[in-house]
């Protein structure tokens, strides 16, 4: 499937509102990227992350850790993408999703990591409809993301660590 072709339909709740169509993902996603101004592997490592679960949440978590450094940063990315990730979890198994009312959360456990989403201010979306499973008091595992989010992301497109880091250790001289 063509990158630009992987759309999703947002549930959501009653009453809330009529538009039920779906949203194509990438464009949000590239407008995020364009906020950041991301660099070419970066790009090639988020086109890579979104045909997986895990990947799509890996890819939100970065975005989201970014938006700091980006301020016109455009959110639509993060409900779509985040919907989308649960919809190919469906098929990949990679990224299990659990939604805490109390906490206004959506939590994702893969085989590597554990992301923490807000989603409370996102109201219109039944989240309860997007998740797994729902858990009052979840006790969430997780670390704080942001530090790792762009070599969690850099894996999905198997780039060495030394091809994006910049001002690492001098060659050591022989």
């Not at 700091?68 to 649960?86: G, N, S, W």
């Not at 996102?122 to 070599?151: I, S």
Request: with cysteine; proline share 5%; glycine share 4%.
């Amino acid at each position: 499937m063509d990158i630009e072709d992987r759309t999703v339909v947002v549930p959501r709740k009653e009453n809330t509102t009529k538009d039920e169509s779906p949203v194509a993902v990438w464009p949000l996603v590239e407008s995020a990227l364009d906020a950041i101004d991301a660099d070419p592997s970066t790009r090639d490592a988020a086109e890579a992350a979104i045909a997986s679960s895990d990947g799509c949440v890996t890819l939100a978590n970065y975005l989201i850790s970014q938006a700091e450094y980006a301020p016109k940063m455009d959110y639509r990315f993060k409900v779509p993408l985040l919907v989308y990730a649960t919809d190919l979890d469906k098929d990949d198994d990679g990224a299990t999703s659990i939604y805490d009312p109390e906490e206004g959360a959506l939590f994702f456990e893969t085989d590597e990591h554990e992301f923490h989403f807000d989603v409370d201010k996102d109201w219109t979306v039944d989240w309860r409809e997007v998740a797994d499973r729902v858990q009052k008091g979840y006790q969430w595992q997780g670390v704080e993301n942001e530090v790792w989010a762009l070599d969690w992301l850099m894996a999905y497109q198997e780039v060495p660590l030394d091809d994006y880091m910049v001002g690492g250790d001098e060659e050591e001289e022989e």
